[in-house]
T-cell receptor, first 113, second 114 residues
Framework: KAGVTQTPRYLIKTRGQQVTLSCSPI?????VSWYQQTPGQGLQFLFE???????NKGNFPGRFSGRQFSNSRSEMNVSTLELGDSALYLC????????????FGSGTQLSVL | GDSVTQMEGPVTLSEEAFLTINCTYT??????LFWYVQYPGEGLQLLLK?????DKGSNKGFEATYRKETTSFHLEKGSVQVSDSAVYFC?????????????FGTGTQLKVEL
């Protein structure tokens, strides 16, 4: 069974641009969560989707948004990029909401110049 | 709000040494507690979990006990190997209403040398 797939693996953008990251969950998993990982702040929860609906949202500005498609694949978008958005963005999937185990992808490393 | 505090790293040990990584939490009610591990270039993997007070999670020789009275979930292993070198994250999730939102500690890097 394929794991959680995130694309692209690396991304370089400049300030002011926007970016879209993609996450394909494990087959059969309907919950997708996104986390931002930085050396200074550690891992911080962005949002969670289940059956195309946002179920939970972290404390990030409105520039960060996401969506989930009917096949459970998810995308997150960051508009008007700032230098501080440079981070590893991790996606995690699970069969359902409030599942005891999350399966993480390897992440997308975003660098904002 | 919820928070998780882990000991600062890096922690450097010799192979076969005893490992303890401290983790304490602040949360209302009774959260579920987790240890995740991240190997270089990879995403996080669940190492072990505990869902109620006095539960002991264990996996691959690692253990952690949910201590409600001290709000702690310290990770231990009796004899570490070079292959255990990784970053370890303590995390919590509320049982109801938390969805799959985890609150993580900052991570503790473990280096095991021969």
């Amino acid at each position: 069974k394929a794991g959680v797939t995130q694309t692209p693996r690396y991304l370089i953008k400049t300030r002011g641009q926007q970016v879209t990251l993609s996450c394909s969950p494990i087959s059969g998993h309907r919950s997708v969560s996104w986390y931002q990982q930085t050396p200074g702040q550690g891992l911080q929860f962005l949002f969670e989707y289940f059956s195309e609906t946002q179920r939970n949202k972290g404390n990030f500005p409105g520039r960060f948004s996401g969506r989930q498609f009917s096949n459970s694949r998810s995308e997150m978008n960051v508009s008007t990029l700032e230098l501080g958005d440079s981070a590893l963005y991790l996606c995690a999937s699970s069969p359902q909401v409030e599942n005891e185990k999350l399966f993480f992808g390897s992440g997308t490393q975003l660098s904002v110049l | 709000g919820d928070s998780v505090t882990q000991m600062e790293g890096p922690v450097t040990l010799s192979e076969e040494a005893f490992l303890t990584i401290n983790c304490t939490y602040t949360a209302t009610g009774y959260p579920s507690l987790f240890w995740y591990v991240q190997y270089p270039g990879e995403g996080l993997q669940l190492l072990l979990k505990a869902t109620k007070a006095d539960d002991k999670g264990s996996n691959k020789g690692f253990e952690a006990t949910y201590r409600k009275e001290t709000t702690s979930f310290h990770l231990e292993k009796g004899s570490v190997q070079v292959s255990d070198s990784a970053v370890y994250f303590c995390a919590l999730r509320h049982i109801t209403g938390g969805g799959n939102k985890l609150t993580f500690g900052t991570g503790t890097q473990l280096k095991v040398e021969l």
